[in-house]
């Protein structure tokens, strides 16, 4: 027998406690298909229950067990052929070598012994049942058994299961750490508890960068809108304001932009501020803002020759007088709201977007 059986069922007595074998006498053979007039091997369990199985279907079942059974025969006793299986309760046994007849096993088989089972399947290599012991798990995961069950997945090789055990346990972190099992991590399993921890430090780190991505995407989206619609204002004209040589249309709302009555206005209120001011010192923090606005425009603007939207060239010509990194700070900010300009007409209709060019 591989010798590394031995050592994973006592690892498995401390995950989960063992019934006794007094309730392990009869009931197994039961629950197995009716045997061939002579089986030729005995499955023993920690009980002490022998049960009687054939060695061409083990054999075929798991290589594991089939190294066990043509293991040299001077390492038997006598002749009997017994292939041990320990450190489990009896009635997992049985369904283990119940479904290695049948490659069935039973919901209440599951719930009752499924850590077991995962331990058997994984020890002795067979995959379905391993496969259906994880999604049984994995639907009945607690706050109570999560972190039982999640050290059983370090020895057992199931990164699924311990997955979404792990997100268990961020999700209901402060139910979990009341749990006795918790307090017995603490004191015998310190390296998991630190694994847990990380992995609960990278869940809040990579929520707030989602937080931070999403409010930056939504900001560059908002920019490039209002950079259509100086360019929409100054060339077509919309309710209140309009380039030199065409009449505003007042009173009609603008349908193209959501933003496009908030622009209008701090138009408007630029042209007419007495406290207007280009810079960071002081003066109307409204027109220093519609000043950014236009300043970014140029910085995005390709045509600055023919663009009808004020102080465009005046901009793109005029040496500013600022340190290098602010000059750096303006071009990734042009970049990034050029690129929300890319994704937002992709995003678009292919209609809407013949319509927009057209116009």
Same mark, same amino acid.
Not at 236 to 254: H, M, Q, Y
Not at 259 to 287: E, S, W
């Given at each position: 027998?591989?010798?590394?059986?031995?050592?994973?069922?006592?690892?498995?007595?401390? =995950?989960?406690?063992?019934?006794?074998? #007094?309730?392990?006498?009869?009931?197994?053979?039961?629950?197995?298909?009716?045997?061939?007039?002579?089986?030729?091997?005995?499955?023993?369990?920690?009980?002490?229950?022998?049960?009687?199985?054939?060695?061409?279907?083990?054999?075929?079942?798991?290589?594991?067990?089939?190294?066990?059974?043509?293991?040299?025969?001077?390492?038997?006793?006598?002749?009997?052929?017994?292939?041990?299986?320990?450190?489990?309760?009896?009635? $997992?046994?049985? #369904?283990?070598?119940?479904?290695?007849?049948?490659?069935?096993?039973?919901?209440?088989?599951?719930?009752?012994?499924?850590?077991?089972?995962? $331990?058997?399947?994984?020890?002795?290599?067979?995959?379905?049942?391993?496969?259906?012991?994880?999604?049984?798990?994995?639907?009945?995961?607690?706050?109570?058994?999560?972190?039982?069950? =999640?050290?059983?997945?370090?020895?057992?090789?199931?990164?699924?299961?311990?997955? +979404?055990? +792990?997100?268990?346990?961020?999700?209901?972190?402060?139910?979990?750490?009341?749990?006795?099992?918790?307090?017995?991590?603490?004191?015998?399993?310190?390296?998991?508890?630190?694994?847990?921890?990380?992995?609960?430090?990278?869940?809040? +780190?990579?929520?707030?960068?989602?937080?931070?991505?999403?409010?930056?995407?939504?900001?560059?989206?908002?920019?490039?809108? $209002? +950079?259509?619609?100086?360019?929409?204002?100054?060339?077509?004209?919309? #309710?209140?304001?309009?380039?030199?040589?065409?009449?505003?249309?007042?009173?009609?709302?603008?349908?193209?932009?959501?933003?496009?009555?908030?622009?209008?206005?701090?138009?408007?209120?630029?042209?007419?501020?007495?406290?207007?001011?280009?810079?960071?010192?002081?003066?109307?923090?409204?027109?220093?803002?519609?000043?950014?606005? =236009?300043? =970014?425009?140029?910085?995005?603007?390709?045509?600055?020759?023919?663009?009808?939207?004020?102080?465009?060239?005046?901009?793109?010509?005029?040496?500013?007088?600022?340190?290098?990194?602010?000059?750096?700070?303006?071009?990734?900010?042009?970049?990034?709201?050029?690129?929300?300009?890319?994704?937002?007409?992709?995003?678009?209709?292919?209609?809407?977007?013949?319509?927009?060019?057209?116009?």
């Amino acid at each position: 027998m591989d010798p590394r059986l031995y050592d994973f069922a006592s690892s498995l007595d401390e =995950l989960a406690a063992s019934k006794s074998s #007094a309730g392990c006498t009869r009931p197994f053979r039961s629950s197995l298909p009716d045997p061939d007039p002579d089986p030729d091997v005995h499955v023993l369990t920690s009980g002490g229950l022998r049960i009687p199985a054939h060695s061409s279907v083990l054999a075929s079942a798991s290589t594991v067990l089939e190294n066990a059974i043509l293991r040299p025969r001077k390492l038997r006793r006598r002749s009997e052929r017994v292939v041990p299986i320990l450190g489990v309760p009896c009635g $997992a046994v049985s #369904a283990f070598v119940g479904f290695l007849y049948s490659s069935r096993c039973r919901e209440e088989q599951l719930e009752k012994y499924g850590i077991h089972l995962l $331990a058997l399947s994984h020890v002795y290599m067979v995959p379905q049942l391993k496969h259906r012991c994880i999604k049984s798990l994995g639907r009945r995961l607690t706050e109570e058994n999560v972190v039982d069950i =999640l050290q059983l997945t370090r020895l057992c090789d199931a990164p699924d299961l311990y997955l +979404m055990c +792990m997100k268990l346990v961020y999700t209901n972190f402060k139910s979990v750490e009341k749990t006795e099992a918790w307090k017995f991590l603490q004191d015998h399993d310190p390296w998991l508890e630190l694994q847990i921890l990380q992995f609960i430090d990278e869940a809040e +780190m990579r929520k707030k960068n989602i937080k931070r991505n999403k409010e930056e995407r939504s900001l560059y989206q908002q920019l490039s809108e $209002a +950079m259509d619609c100086l360019q929409h204002i100054f060339s077509e004209g919309c #309710a209140i304001v309009g380039p030199l040589d065409v009449e505003p249309t007042k009173g009609e709302s603008c349908l193209n932009f959501a933003t496009c009555q908030g622009v209008q206005l701090l138009i408007k209120h630029f042209a007419k501020c007495d406290k207007r001011a280009n810079n960071d010192n002081g003066g109307c923090p409204r027109c220093k803002r519609m000043w950014q606005l =236009l300043r =970014l425009h140029s910085s995005i603007c390709d045509q600055a020759d023919y663009c009808r939207v004020p102080l465009c060239r005046q901009f793109k010509l005029k040496p500013h007088q600022e340190k290098r990194r602010e000059e750096t700070r303006w071009k990734l900010l042009a970049k990034k709201v050029r690129s929300a300009q890319v994704m937002s007409s992709l995003s678009h209709p292919k209609r809407k977007r013949a319509e927009r060019s057209f116009c």
